[in-house]
């Protein structure tokens, strides 16, 4: 079965550095998030992505946080310069033309140092 | 504007007995639900979902989920609790290809 794909799994930043989470969606799929988890806590919503633009974001997704699409599978999502709260889990997620449910990656765990 | 509020963050059963897991939702338009499954230091997996077709919704494991619009409610349950359930599990909403909101969880223990 078709997945979605996350890179790296863990990654280890200096606070203030700029950080690129990878994704690799399901080929066919026409709709992508992110979400992030805080160690302990539910899983937010950061942001959704359609036909190359942002459809919706929620207020954690401030002017440090961007997304792209450079190519025709990968979705990434920029830190541009991190803050110790930006330590948590971030999963991607896809879904094709009006099929929910929403397919998750395995997540990458950022931590902020 | 949707909302989930899942009861109780931590639920513990023994080997064999029922699980039920509870949530209630919000939803201004008629929902999309879902609930997920998370073992320690992995991604969210899906157990079953509900769009809008049958109420009673059979999921992976032994899981299952009944729809009831009069109680805003959509509970997991499970038959016999085995060892290996024990996890985090989250109640989710959406419309259509909209985002999913969650709620914060329930720990489900399992006791042999």
């Known amino acids: 079965e078709p997945e979605v794909t996350q890179t790296p799994s863990h990654q280890v930043t200096q606070m203030g550095q700029e950080v690129i989470l990878r994704c690799v969606p399901i080929?066919?799929?026409?709709?992508f998030y992110w979400y992030r988890q805080i160690l302990g806590q539910k899983v937010e919503f950061l942001v959704s992505?359609?036909?190359?633009?942002?459809?919706?974001k929620s207020e954690i997704f401030d002017d440090q946080f961007s997304v792209e699409r450079p190519d025709g599978s990968n979705f990434t999502l920029k830190i541009r310069s991190t803050k110790l709260e930006d330590s948590a889990m971030y999963f991607c997620?896809?879904?094709?033309?009006?099929?929910?449910?929403?397919?998750f990656g395995d997540g990458t765990r950022l931590s902020i140092l | 504007a949707q909302s989930v509020t899942q009861l109780g963050s931590h639920v513990s059963v023994s080997e064999g007995a029922l699980v039920l897991l509870r949530c209630n939702y919000s939803?201004?338009?008629?929902?999309?639900l879902f609930w997920y499954v998370q073992y320690p230091n992995q991604g969210l997996q899906l157990l079953l979902k509900?769009?809008?077709?049958?109420?009673l919704v059979k999921g992976i494991n032994g899981f299952e989920a009944e729809f009831k619009k009069s109680e805003t409610s959509f509970h997991l349950t499970k038959p016999s609790a085995h060892m290996s359930d024990a996890a985090e599990y989250f109640c989710?909403?959406?419309?259509?290809?909209?985002?999913?909101?969650f709620g914060t969880g329930t720990r489900l223990q399992v006791f042999p």
């Open positions: 080929s066919n799929h026409l709709y």
């Open positions: 509900y769009t809008s077709a049958a109420t």
């Open positions: 992505f359609y036909n190359n633009e942002i459809s919706e």
């Open positions: 997620a896809s879904v094709g033309q009006g099929q929910q449910p929403q397919h």
């Open positions: 989710a909403v959406s419309v259509r290809t909209d985002k999913l909101i």
């Open positions: 939803s201004s338009v008629p929902p999309y």
